[in-house]
């Protein structure tokens, strides 16, 4: 199922319309990419690890960067915004270990040190964002393709 808006056109209503949430600005772009490409790697889906590498590469960001996503946790590449973002969407996809939530206090009380409350709200939802991509992603298996980023919106 290459383009599933073939027969559910309203997706495309669903993707514009969290493009734009995600764009209101109270959370970098390049930092939503760094999400967004951890969540491919997370559900090994090239598909999405493509895209959202060649949308890294179209914002100017390095190599070095784009490469240690995958080990950000030791990585020094990455800002303590980020570091709380990626630990936020890894939470969130990952199962939790037997009795503990996935999401845990100590997990959201850091990502509330880098973000306020507009700026939280928008990381989550562009963790949705690319929840609903995942399935899409991992149920159609469309072609990785790399010449979305020159559509991307700032």
Do not use: C
């Amino acid at each position: 199922m290459a383009n599933p808006a073939e027969f559910v056109p309203e997706i495309n209503d669903i993707s514009a319309a969290m493009f734009r949430a995600t764009g209101n600005h109270s959370v970098p772009r390049t930092t939503i990419n760094l999400v967004h490409l951890r969540a491919g790697q997370i559900v090994r889906n090239t598909y999405l690890t493509v895209l959202n590498t060649s949308f890294l590469r179209k914002a100017g960001e390095s190599e070095e960067r784009i490469t240690a996503v995958a080990s950000w946790q030791d990585a020094p590449y990455f800002t303590a915004a980020e570091r709380a973002a990626l630990a936020l969407v890894e939470a969130t996809l990952q199962p939790a270990p037997h009795g503990r939530e996935r999401v845990t206090d100590e997990i959201y009380a850091e990502a509330a040190k880098h973000y306020d409350e507009k700026a939280l709200a928008t990381l989550t939802v562009a963790i949705g964002q690319i929840g609903f991509f995942i399935a899409l992603a991992v149920i159609g298996k469309p072609q990785p393709v790399a010449s979305l980023a020159d559509e991307q919106w700032d």
